[in-house]
Nanobody, 123 residues
Framework: QVELVESGGGLVHPGGSLRLSCTASGSFAAVNDMGWFRQGPGHQRDFVASISANGDTTYADSIQDRFTISRDNAKNTVYLQMNSLKPDDTAVFLC?????????????????WGQGTQVTVSS
């Protein structure tokens, strides 16, 4: 079993900050790319940021340098530091990871998703 568990969401006022965490647990050989998506009410799930196992980062243009993604490979954890939060950032933030498992003598890279953590930006 492989599980991604997010934490760090909550209610924050406009201009505030939150740091999200997502930890992979279970039986796997490696965690490759990790990232964050978000889905607001009635909206499609949108890409936010991703980071490779080597630390290469990619951000959505809509972030406008407000968010920073990082990871701790020893802890199998990815973080998303969110600053200058806006009401439009309100969404469920979901962790994504491409995780390598071993089965039947093969390595399988599989997409996993966390359950999501709610971020609400409101005054």
């Amino acid at each position: 079993q492989v599980e991604l568990v997010e934490s760090g969401g909550g209610l924050v006022h406009p201009g505030g900050s939150l740091r999200l965490s997502c930890t992979a647990s279970g039986s796997f050989a490696a965690v490759n790319d990790m990232g964050w998506f978000r889905q607001g009410p009635g909206h499609q799930r949108d890409f936010v940021a991703s980071i490779s196992a080597n630390g290469d980062t990619t951000y959505a243009d809509s972030i406008q340098d407000r968010f920073t993604i990082s990871r701790d490979n020893a802890k199998n954890t990815v973080y998303l530091q969110m600053n200058s939060l806006k009401p439009d950032d309100t969404a469920v933030f979901l962790c994504h990871a491409k995780i390598v498992t071993i089965a039947r003598w093969r390595h399988w890279a599989t997409d996993y998703w966390g359950q999501g953590t709610q971020v609400t930006v409101s005054s």
